[in-house]
């Protein structure tokens, strides 16, 4: 019996998805079709449970960090209205602790907006985008490090430019936080190649990089967690929001840190149509 190659393919039904992988083969002179089919329900629930799991482990965190502080100063300022006879400067304390609670708040209400932010990413309006002249332009709004481009061929892409600069302006600004975090430490004068920027072309595909010197990646697997984040000030969204603009685009995004030496290297493949 001889087999031929089996492709894979993807069925719903009942609320259900199964793999199918198809392939010819030969038997006692006659072609048959052979017929795979594999249950993947069980697989991906257990996938969207980790998810989420992971997803509300984030909120939760970010939640407290904002609930608990405001609710402690406000216990305490009940308390200081409460108190007889008052300080004399009980009112410079309420004032303190009314900016504390409001501070907060509003970082709140700036996680929240974030949130809807990444919820509500529109669908891409394709055109015709030149790469080079876009990079360019992005390249020279990134003033606080030096960026060395490596120019691939000339590329022009069906995408959204809107939605491309700011994925480009997400890896160029992490890639400069981390080679600014490692910089402060150090005593040499910076290295011409801090951060680079190139691109290329193989089968069908664009792939462009963005290549750091800083410390590198200490937890990959929650890279793309919504709300994670390892930045102070951070909101853990551009990278999750950069891979849905990828994805949208019908390409892929990956990180990962550099083999020749340290730092992240970020890849961006966008189909070329």
């Known amino acids: ?93 309420l004032a303190s602790g009314v900016s504390v609670i409001s501070s907060r708040t ?45 120019p691939g061929p000339p590329i022009t892409l069906n995408a959204d430019p809107d939605q491309l600069e700011q994925l480009l302006i997400n890896l160029l600004r992490n890639a400069t936080d981390a080679v600014l975090e490692i910089r402060s430490g150090k005593t040499e004068a910076p290295s011409p190649e801090e951060v680079k920027l190139g691109w290329n072309v193989r089968s069908g595909t664009v792939e ?19 709300f994670f984040t390892t930045k102070p000030g951070g909101t853990g969204i551009g990278l999750v929001l950069s891979r849905q603009i990828a994805e949208a685009h019908g390409g892929s995004l990956v990180l990962e840190n550099r083999k020749e030496r340290t730092g992240c290297i970020a890849r961006l493949r966008l189909p070329l149509r």
Request: charged content about 25%; proline content about 4%; cysteine-free.
């Open 1 to 93: 019996m001889s087999r031929g190659r089996i492709e894979p393919d993807f069925i719903t039904g009942g609320g259900d998805r199964w793999s199918v992988r198809r392939g010819a083969f030969r038997q006692g002179g006659f072609q048959n079709q052979l017929l795979v089919l594999t249950d993947l329900s069980r697989a991906l629930r257990e996938e969207e449970r980790q998810a989420w799991r992971r997803l509300l482990r984030v909120l939760g965190h970010e939640l407290n960090n904002s609930l608990a502080p405001i609710k402690s100063i406000a216990a305490s300022l009940e308390d200081l209205i409460a108190r007889e006879p008052k300080a004399k400067d009980w009112q410079d304390d």
């Open 208 to 226: 462009i990089t963005v290549a750091d010197q800083g410390s590198g990646l200490a937890d990959t697997a929650n890279l793309f967690v919504p």
């Open 106 to 150: 509003a970082a709140l209400t700036r996680f929240m907006e974030e949130y809807s932010k990444l919820a509500k990413l529109p669908a891409p309006h394709f055109q015709n985008v030149s790469l080079a002249p876009l990079i360019e332009r992005l390249v020279n709004l990134e003033r606080r490090v030096s960026i060395r481009v490596q």
